[in-house]
């Protein structure tokens, strides 16, 4: 059975490795539906992404006129398809994300999980490329947001990830405003607060072998403030039941 699949490729400058990054979709993948939202790339990521639509008609692209971000991309883009696909699916388009290693990310969700990870820091997950200090950074920041926020999940700022539909529609979209790290976090937290069953699988990250990384300390910043932010309102409210059951 065909489960409908929406990949949703986020880009911004991303001429050196769109095409390889499609045509090895369209391979891994045949039966799944390709979108493309670009954020006003003028290096030729465009013109390389409707060449391809032209001979495959799986290949969509949204053009947006300005940087709006990741996170606004995908909240764009589920929002769009939450009642026309069943299957919703984060990857990055530097190649960072290996797509033959998708189908086993898709056949878990389709065995029955709500959110799929394609996890670095569980056995089995490598990171190539990565300086010791990055490597530091992102180890602590996953560390972090489950301590605060209680997910018990391993790799809750992984950007390669596969969602029910059906789960997204019960968290909903308003209100999730973050981007980067930010986003990927939130929408766990999301996700676990709705009672998702989250798979985390192994997989290989590699650093992009071209082109900058979109990765700024303002996005970290952010991260850190709404992780922050959300452990201290849930200690909060956890108080405020604590007293209004006592007092009962």
Do not use: C
Request: aromatic residues 8%; glycine residues 8%; without cysteine.
């Amino acid at each position: 059975m065909i489960v409908r699949t929406l990949i949703v490729v986020p880009t911004y400058f991303e001429v050196a490795s769109i095409e390889e990054l499609l045509t090895r979709l369209t391979g891994s993948v045949p039966h799944a539906d390709v979108l493309v939202v670009d954020d006003g790339s003028t290096d030729g990521t465009r013109e390389v992404v409707d060449n391809l639509s032209a001979t495959h008609p799986n290949i969509r692209l949204t053009k947006r006129t300005a940087k709006l971000g990741l996170g606004s991309a995908y909240r764009e883009a589920f929002s769009s398809a939450i009642n026309d696909y069943e299957l919703l699916v984060e990857i990055d388009a530097d190649l960072s994300h290996e797509p033959e290693a998708l189908p086993e990310l898709l056949a878990a969700a389709t065995a029955g999980a709500d959110v799929v990870i394609g996890s670095r820091y569980v056995p089995g997950g490598r990171i190539v490329g990565w300086d010791r200090g990055r490597l530091r950074l992102s180890r602590w920041g996953n560390r972090y947001a489950s301590l605060m926020l209680g997910l018990a999940i391993n790799d809750a700022t992984a950007g390669f990830r596969v969602y029910r539909s059906s789960i997204v529609r019960a968290f909903g979209l308003d209100g999730i405003r973050a981007d980067g790290y930010g986003f990927q976090v939130e929408m766990t937290y999301r996700a676990v607060r709705a009672g998702a069953r989250i798979v985390e699988i192994p997989i290989t990250f590699r650093e992009r072998a071209s082109g900058e990384s979109k990765m700024s300390r303002r996005i970290v910043i952010e991260a850190f403030a709404l992780v922050t932010l959300w452990g201290l309102r849930d200690l909060v409210l956890r108080r405020r039941s604590r007293r209004m059951y006592e007092i009962q």
